[in-house]
Antibody, heavy 116, light 109 residues
């Protein structure tokens, strides 16, 4: 069974760093891109970027380029999304999803709350 | 970036009604158009890929279509059921960033 399991909810202060994870199982992790999607409270879905775990090729939305870093560890079948300095406006649910032409499996989401 | 515009933003319909949501791309995206359903508190779920390919397990009352221009698409629910209450999103994967529409919230009257 294909599964994407994300790390748990986080509460952080502005300026802090954070790395959340997404572990894939039930399929060959290196053969499928992993994407990240943001959903701010009460809002729609925003495509942040995708990574090819096989060669770490990464593509970012211009809206998120330079604001976050997407990475992957093939040996752990895990993708990551990280921030070096969080802002209150980063408060959102972040989803990972498998695929490139279409996201056929999604993680359960990681709620990130940034508040002083 | 390619802009995806859905309409309406919300709708209220009765059980058994035929419901259509449209999605327009700001430029041709060929057939790289997917539809997702998201219920409150849940992750999005892929319903339809490549304009009209129904995913396994998705009820046949959901249909995806395109006008052939590569810019105009539709999701139709042939007979609305209570469990179809959700927000629906289109997404283009023709080019990055792979933008989503703003969503259409479907409610039961």
């Amino acid at each position: 069974e294909v599964q994407l399991v994300q790390s748990g909810a986080e509460v952080k202060k502005p300026g802090e760093s954070l790395k959340i994870s997404c572990k894939g199982s039930g399929y060959n992790f290196i053969n499928y891109w992993i994407g990240w999607v943001r959903q701010m409270p009460g809002k729609g879905l925003e495509w942040m970027g995708i990574i090819n775990p096989g060669d770490s090729e990464t593509r970012y939305s211009p809206s998120f380029q330079g604001q976050v870093t997407i990475s992957a560890d093939m040996s752990l079948s895990t993708a990551y999304l990280q921030w070096s300095s969080l802002k209150a406006s980063d408060t959102a649910i972040y989803y990972c999803a498998k695929g490139n032409v279409y996201f056929d499996y999604w993680g359960q989401g990681t709620l990130v709350t940034v508040s002083s | 970036d390619i802009q995806m515009t859905q309409s309406p933003s919300s709708l209220s319909a009765s059980v058994g009604d035929r419901v259509t949501i449209t999605c327009r791309a700001s430029q041709s995206i060929s057939a790289y158009l997917n539809w997702f359903q998201q219920k409150p508190g849940e992750a999005p779920k892929l319903l339809i890929s490549a304009v009209s390919t129904l995913q396994s397990g998705v009820p046949s009352r959901f249909t995806g279509s395109g006008s052939g221009t590569g810019t105009d698409f539709a999701l139709t629910i042939s007979s609305l059921r209570p469990e179809d209450c959700a927000t629906y999103y289109c997404q283009q994967t023709f080019s990055t960033p792979q933008t989503f529409g703003q969503g259409t919230k479907v409610e039961i009257k």
